[in-house]
């Protein structure tokens, strides 16, 4: 399927919702895909990626930002802190901050550099002992803490277990955005973006529906 393809999807999908149109932000995920095929997104207008790891967003995007002029890189995978400095360097956002000792790392870090990208706290909704992110009966605390880091809070991010119909997570990672006043809800991928947006999402993440399937 075309960018131009899930594009229409989107704001078909804003439409029924009763947003307005360009209120979600796509996020077309890069993170394994050759340069070829990443090349050929750039050049039909796509602006805004996100990628998995630090190191492979070091390999690749320095030569595309050469050629094209306002990308946007977002941080959606789990990042170490001893990646920390090389993310804030590179990421304009970073969507997976996940615990305290990352928080003091980034932190720092805004400290030392005066600024800082966006962030967005991950909630492990589904309470999967493998997968990162805050429990939802801890994210109300944590939140609290990173706040009080000055920190700059976007909003929420979560993945919601493969085999669940997603809209129940969705709509919990809304209700913990709310009341702790977050506006963004960076939520919904390929399979389920059209009922994230349904349920507020303000980022969705598009991989495989953009690309074709991944290459490792």
């Known amino acids: 399927m075309s960018l131009a393809k899930i594009t229409d999807r989107l704001r078909k999908a804003e439409a029924d919702a009763g947003r ?3 209120a ?12 070829e095929r990443v ?3 750039l050049e039909q207008g796509q602006r805004i990626f996100g990628e998995n790891r630090v190191q492979e967003a070091q390999g690749r995007w320095p030569a595309f ?10 941080l959606i995978g789990p990042l170490q ?3 920390a400095r090389a993310a804030v360097e590179m990421f304009d956002a970073i969507h997976s901050l996940d615990r305290p000792k990352l928080a003091q ?3 720092r870090l805004a400290q ?5 990208p966006d962030l967005f706290v991950q909630v492990n909704t589904g309470a999967e002992p493998q997968k990162a992110g805050i429990l939802p009966d801890a994210a109300d605390a944590f939140i609290a803490e990173a706040r009080a880091m000055d920190l700059p809070l976007r909003g929420l991010m979560c993945i919601p277990p493969a085999e669940e119909d997603p809209a129940p997570h969705f709509r919990l990672l809304g209700t913990i955005a709310g009341r702790n006043g977050l506006a963004g809800l960076s939520m919904g991928m390929s399979d389920d973006f059209e009922i994230a947006v349904a349920l507020g999402a303000t980022h969705v993440r598009v991989g495989s529906a ?5 290459t490792g």
């Open 24 to 35: 979600v932000t796509l996020i077309a995920v890069s993170k394994v895909q050759p340069p």
């Open 81 to 83: 802190t001893n990646k």
């Open 20 to 22: 307005a149109s360009g």
């Open 210 to 214: 953009i690309f074709g399937a991944r």
């Open 112 to 116: 030392e550099r005066g600024a800082c």
């Open 65 to 74: 930002q050469a050629r094209f002029d306002g990308i946007a890189l977002h």
């Open 39 to 41: 090349a050929e997104v």
């Open 105 to 107: 790392a980034l932190a």
